[in-house]
């Protein structure tokens, strides 16, 4: 799964992102945009519950509307991850999504997957009716 934040699609980056991911042979199977509730985003990331950052997390993800995709491709979820760049866009590497277009570590951009147990997860949350 990845997700353009609302930092991104706000300042209409969705395609320069989209097309990074397809220049790295990520296929896009499905997408949409949404706006989440700040509910919907706490169950999204409710394994970070316990940290100091889970508010402002759900606050930012359902603060303005959100592009999520279901990407394809050989060794997806580590070929994005390693696309997406560090969180903190300060610590990423050059030319990766974060360096390019992450504001701070909090509006960084992009969400990734990082397993393949939390994409199918996470793919389910926002696809459930396409994936059943």
């Not at 799964?1 to 896009?28: G, H, Q, T, W």
């Not at 509910?39 to 316990?50: G, L, N, P, R, T």
Request: with cysteine; charged share 25%; glycine share 4%.
């Amino acid at each position: 799964l990845s997700i353009i934040k609302p930092d991104a699609v706000e300042r209409n980056l969705s395609n320069e992102i989209v097309n990074l991911l397809k220049k790295n042979n990520l296929k896009i199977l499905q997408n949409k945009k949404i706006h989440i509730t700040k509910e919907e985003a706490a169950d999204f990331y409710k394994e970070h519950q316990s940290k100091p950052f889970y508010d402002s997390l759900c606050n930012y993800l359902s603060s303005g509307p959100i592009i999520v995709m279901e990407l394809s491709g050989e060794n997806a979820i580590q070929n994005y991850r390693t696309l997406m760049g560090a969180t903190d866009p300060k610590e990423a590497n050059k030319n990766t999504i974060r360096q390019l277009y992450g504001v701070s570590i909090d509006k960084n951009s992009v969400h990734g997957s990082d397993s393949s147990e939390s994409a199918n997860r996470e793919l389910n949350f926002f696809f459930k009716d396409s994936n059943s």
